[in-house]
């Protein structure tokens, strides 16, 4: 069985050719970085024209460096959501045309559920039941994941994700925004005093497993002002004192990110024991899963609480199409033919939205 997945749903092109013994053949991935740095963000428009732009050859690419063409093919996987619609569009149409074309299924894929799935990739051991914790620019998500296809959610965030906060941190401190804002402040935080700006721990009366990251930076932002710090001065020009009052508050504002992240692990695994004391394992995905300091604060607490961390590489963690395959026999996404109208996709994303994430208490 050989997959192509195809992935659009935010600001990155991807394709990828996954075998189902796990073997990734190939993986492609186009980013849209230039744009991000000249306007701080993803305008939806503008995002789906890149996508257009590069799709033909992102997937041909992923095709020729994995040796095959689409005949070799046994279906097409496509992220069909959460996502900006007018993007996941460009990705659905490229999936059903090359399904057309070769008479393929298609599987539709929830891109939350493939962040969380990745990991069996990597980990061979990983079995359900497993808990996961997807931290990205737009997810902040906790979730008991019982069997393919069925999760039940623990905690999601009331406002910003983690990855929305490192990346308006970054760009207030006038960090170098070609890549995105959560490497640039993982990298200056090394030189700072996480204890020197006071920050204080979002949510901490609230005695459950949702996250918010809005508070925390609007403190972050204060903080900026008052420092008068100044984001059009590139870090790279700063003075050291500059520099040091820079580094001391990415040092900080990580320090209590993190805490946050690990506060409502740590209620989460006691919840999620309740129900399946057969876990044994923490998955830990998304783009801020690449950051080492995210990721030794967490293997703490997992381990604390007699479960193992499971943690894909940095290039499984961010976008990238290989999470949209599961190995198997069974996927959990929905299948489609080319054939599908394109309401009725938009359709069955609304409903596997809740399917998958049932909110439990
Ligand atoms: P979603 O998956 O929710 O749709 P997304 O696709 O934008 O959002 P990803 O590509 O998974 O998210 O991750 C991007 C986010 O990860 C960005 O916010 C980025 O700043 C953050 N990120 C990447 N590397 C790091 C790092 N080393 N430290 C902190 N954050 C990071
Ligand atoms: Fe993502």
């Not at 359900?128 to 959610?153: C, E, K, T, W």
């Not at 959990?332 to 208490?361: D, M």
Request: glycine letters at 8%.
């Amino acid at each position: 069985v050989v997959v192509l997945g195809i992935e659009t749903s935010c600001d990155d092109t991807a394709a990828a050719v996954v075998r189902s013994d796990g073997e990734i053949l190939s993986q492609v991935v186009s980013s849209q970085a230039d744009l991000l740095a000249k306007y701080g963000g993803v305008a939806p428009k503008m995002a789906e024209e890149a996508h257009s732009k590069v799709i033909d050859q992102v997937v041909q690419e992923a095709l020729d460096k994995a040796y095959l063409t689409e005949k070799d093919l046994t279906a097409v996987a496509v992220t069909i959501g959460p996502g900006l619609s007018l993007c996941l569009r460009v990705g659905v149409q490229k999936a059903r045309k090359i399904a057309g074309g070769f008479n393929l299924p298609i599987i539709g894929i929830h891109h939350m559920e493939a962040h969380a799935l990745v990991a069996r990739l990597i980990e061979k051991d990983l079995q359900f039941p497993f808990m996961a914790l997807l931290i990205s620019g737009g997810h902040n998500l906790l979730v008991l994941a019982r069997d393919l296809g069925q999760y039940i959610q623990l905690g999601t965030t009331i406002d910003d994700a983690i990855g929305e906060a490192y990346d308006k941190t970054a760009k207030w401190l006038g960090l170098d925004l070609r890549r995105s804002g959560g490497p640039a402040i993982e990298k200056l935080a090394m030189e700072g005093n996480a204890e020197s700006v006071k920050f204080s721990i979002p949510m901490k009366q609230h005695k459950d497993c949702n996250f918010s990251y809005a508070g925390l930076k609007t403190q972050v932002r204060l903080a900026i002002e008052s420092k008068k710090i100044d984001a059009k001065i590139p870090i790279s020009s700063a003075s050291n004192g500059d520099r040091l009052s820079r580094a001391d508050i990415a040092a900080s504002f990580q320090r209590i990110a993190v805490l946050h992240l690990e506060e409502r692990c740590e209620r989460a695994i006691q919840w999620a024991l309740k129900m399946e004391p057969s876990i044994r394992h923490l998955v830990v995905s998304g783009g801020v899963a690449s950051n080492q300091y995210v990721r030794a604060r967490l293997d703490m607490v997992v381990k604390k609480n007699g479960l193992q961390l499971v943690c894909p590489p940095p290039r499984l963690c961010t976008d990238n199409v290989v999470i949209g395959f599961q190995p198997g026999p069974t996927f959990s996404g929905e299948i489609f033919t080319s054939r599908t109208p394109y309401a009725l996709f938009v359709n069955l994303i609304r409903r596997r939205l809740g399917i998958c994430f049932s909110t439990a208490r």
